[in-house]
């Protein structure tokens, strides 16, 4: 098989995503006749047809859906290169929104804060404290910190920075029954082992910005 360049992934995508070769040729900024050659020279490269056409539209085959998806990961992680990279010399300035869980700002991020305000003088940072998710998909925040990451949100960088210990304890003895407070106030009883056992989980902590 020939190598396969990420330019000519990158016909398939926008193929795969507008479903015309002529709204394809437009988003990429070509002509048409390009756009059909690019797909016809990949599908030779792969030895599979990667497109079929149905009510006036080009919809993926099984091979061609594939390829979109792998496509779409190295377009994801070119654009993710590139925002680490650009500027990696200059200085941080501007205004950044950062969200996380009440704990995680109150915790580990406040207490940060003032190096990197000193690191850094121009940069002005508004920390948010909040139970949900907000969105930087959405621009309700530029980074968010979760506990988990992000699996709807397929527009954003994410990278893992640390991982968070945590347990439940009780006091040895019985079992009783006690009332769980989630984040929302609302409240749940369960019964509680207080027998000598004990569990640690560790969860990731990751960071994700919007692209």
Do not use: C
């Amino acid at each position: 098989m020939q190598p396969i360049a990420w330019d000519d992934l990158r016909y398939v995508l926008a193929l795969a995503r507008f479903a015309t070769i002529a709204e394809a040729a437009r988003r990429l900024a070509v002509d048409e006749v390009t756009v059909g050659r690019r797909i016809a020279r990949i599908e030779r490269q792969l030895g599979a047809r990667l497109f079929e056409r149905g009510r006036g539209k080009l919809a993926p085959t099984e091979a061609g859906r594939m390829t979109a998806e792998r496509a779409e990961r190295v377009e994801q992680e070119v654009e993710g290169l590139l925002a680490a990279v650009a500027g990696a010399d200059r200085v941080a300035a501007g205004r950044v929104r950062v969200t996380a869980v009440p704990v995680i700002v109150n915790r580990l991020l406040l207490p940060a804060l003032p190096l990197l305000l000193e690191a850094n003088p121009d940069l002005e940072v508004d920390l948010i404290a909040e139970p949900r998710d907000l969105s930087p998909v959405k621009r309700e925040v530029d980074v968010a910190v979760r506990l988990a990451r992000p699996v709807r949100e397929l527009r954003t960088i994410a990278r893992r920075i640390g991982d968070l210990v945590y347990a439940v304890y009780g006091a040895r003895g019985g079992t009783r029954t006690a009332h769980l407070r989630g984040f929302d106030g609302g409240s749940a009883a369960s019964k509680v082992d207080r027998r000598p056992h004990h569990g640690r989980r560790r969860g990731g902590a990751g960071a994700g910005e919007r692209r």
